[in-house]
Nanobody
Framework: QVQLVESGGGLVQNGGSLRLSCLAS????????MGWYRQAPGKQRELVAG???????NYADSVKGRFTISRDNAKNTVYLQMNSLKADDTAVYYC??????????WGQGTQVTVSS
């Protein structure tokens, strides 16, 4: 079965950095698009960044220039490098397998808290 396991969240000060990882299993990772989403308290879940099987990338406007998504198909892992973190980035971050651009499976999420 499909499993997505996120790691790397935590508490960081304003302006700091974190690197999230999502280890995938149960499917052929290299042929799927993957995405990172986040959900802050009281808000809807939103796309942060996506990466296709061919390496095409898109970002939410709010994270452009600060976050970088990447993937390592040999390790079945997708990453999200987050720099210059701000309080508004505080949320639970979720990894998703995308099917025709829509999340098909979700990880359990990892909490990112940015203290000001």
């Amino acid at each position: 079965q499909v499993q997505l396991v996120e790691s790397g969240g935590g508490l960081v000060q304003n302006g700091g950095s974190l690197r999230l990882s999502c280890l995938a299993s149960g499917f052929i990772f290299s042929i799927y698009s993957m995405g990172w989403y986040r959900q802050a308290p009281g808000k809807q879940r939103e796309l942060v960044a996506g990466i296709t099987s061919g390496g095409r990338i898109n970002y939410a406007d709010s994270v452009k220039g600060r976050f970088t998504i990447s993937r390592d198909n040999a390790k079945n892992t997708v990453y999200l490098q987050m720099n210059s973190l701000k309080a508004d980035d505080t949320a639970v971050y979720y990894c998703a397998q995308l099917s025709i651009g829509v999340p098909a499976y979700w990880g359990q999420g990892t909490q990112v808290t940015v203290s000001s």
